[in-house]
């Protein structure tokens, strides 16, 4: 299928590994010109081997985002679709919620939801103008259902779909759409990090290996009992941004096996 995507332009946040890795890719081989933006800061040279361009951007910090946006428009040129793939959790288990500290979640709602604001801000206004393009939030099946391992990430997540549809309304008038993916199971650096926090709060004879831990849940948790992909992510992401999909706004679309199924 051709999505009719050669030649345009789109940024993803978080882009140097992981979902947003794939994502980029994904656009890439769909003939678009990608820009990265991560905190990481070897971003230009991950960018650079699959001839992408990329820039360490710490998308926290509102000042420098507006400021690498401006920059961005005039060196690459106008983005048409801008895809928020950025995203950490807490590093701790949080069952129940009170083991935390309420000092854990101020990164974890700056990366996940104000990192998203910072950058739909930057972006909003220049969309709007030209009449086109598409905004896309990753978040995750844990800002539906509330999950208890995380408290401060899945809080985040469902505040940052809520704000997705806010944005959504906004600029549904100037025909640009916003939509979010929740992903499930998939097996990245922050999933691991997890069952990491998990584990290391266990006995010495009740600890399990991620692969055992992860299985588990996979197979009781999901109904199609396998787990999900980056290029999953990313396949769903290229449709949202093309033509294909120009009446979807505003939505809330899981790539996560069955688990959360709304009716």
């Given at each position: 299928?051709?999505?009719?995507?050669?030649?345009?332009?789109?940024?993803?946040?978080?882009?140097?590994?992981?979902?947003?890795?794939?994502?980029?890719?994904?656009?890439?081989?769909?003939?678009?010109?990608?820009?990265?933006?991560?905190?990481?800061?070897?971003?230009?040279?991950?960018?650079?081997?699959?001839?992408?361009?990329?820039?360490?951007?710490?998308?926290?910090?509102?000042?420098?985002?507006?400021?690498?946006?401006?920059?961005?428009?005039?060196?690459?040129?106008?983005?048409?679709?801008?895809?928020?793939?950025?995203?950490?959790?807490?590093?701790?288990?949080?069952?129940?919620?009170?083991?935390?500290?309420?000092?854990?979640?101020?990164?974890?709602?700056?990366?996940n939801l104000l990192g998203a604001v910072n950058t739909a801000h930057a972006f909003a206004p220049g969309l709007a103008e030209?009449?086109?393009?598409?905004?896309?939030?990753?978040?995750?099946?844990?800002?539906?259902?509330?999950?208890?391992?995380?408290?401060?990430?899945?809080?985040?997540?469902?505040?940052?779909?809520?704000?997705?549809?806010?944005?959504?309304?906004?600029?549904?008038?100037?025909?640009?759409?916003?939509?979010?993916?929740?992903?499930?199971?998939?097996?990245?650096?922050?999933?691991?990090?997890?069952?990491?926090?998990?584990?290391?709060?266990?006995?010495?004879?009740?600890?399990?290996?991620?692969?055992?831990?992860?299985?588990?849940?996979?197979?009781?948790?999901?109904?199609?009992?396998?787990?999900?992909?980056?290029?999953?992510?990313?396949?769903?992401?290229?449709?949202?941004?093309?033509?294909?999909?120009?009446?979807?706004?505003?939505?809330?679309?899981?790539?996560?096996?069955?688990?959360?199924?709304?009716?």
């Open positions: 299928m051709d999505l009719q995507l050669t030649g345009q332009r789109a940024l993803v946040v978080g882009g140097a590994s992981g979902i947003g890795l794939a994502i980029a890719k994904a656009f890439a081989k769909e003939g678009c010109r990608v820009l990265i933006w991560d905190r990481n800061p070897n971003t230009p040279a991950i960018a650079a081997e699959l001839s992408l361009t990329g820039q360490a951007v710490d998308i926290t910090d509102y000042e420098l985002v507006k400021t690498t946006a401006a920059a961005a428009a005039e060196s690459f040129g106008p983005i048409d679709h801008v895809i928020y793939a950025a995203g950490l959790g807490s590093g701790k288990f949080g069952f129940p919620f009170w083991k935390l500290d309420p000092s854990d979640w101020d990164r974890v709602l700056r990366v030209r009449g086109r393009g598409s905004f896309l939030f990753i978040s995750s099946v844990a800002g539906q259902i509330g999950s208890q391992t995380d408290p401060p990430y899945s809080a985040a997540k469902a505040a940052l779909i809520n704000f997705a549809i806010a944005a959504a309304k906004d600029l549904a008038p100037h025909n640009v759409r916003v939509n979010t993916i929740c992903p499930g199971m998939i097996q990245t650096p922050l999933n691991r990090s997890v069952w990491q926090a998990w584990n290391d709060q266990r006995p010495e004879a009740a600890k399990r290996t991620y692969e055992s831990w992860a299985g588990e849940k996979v197979s009781t948790v999901i109904p199609l009992k396998r787990w999900q992909t980056p290029e999953d992510v990313a396949a769903y992401a290229v449709f949202l941004a093309s033509a294909q999909a120009q009446n979807i706004t505003g939505q809330t679309l899981n790539v996560d096996g069955g688990w959360v199924m709304h009716w």
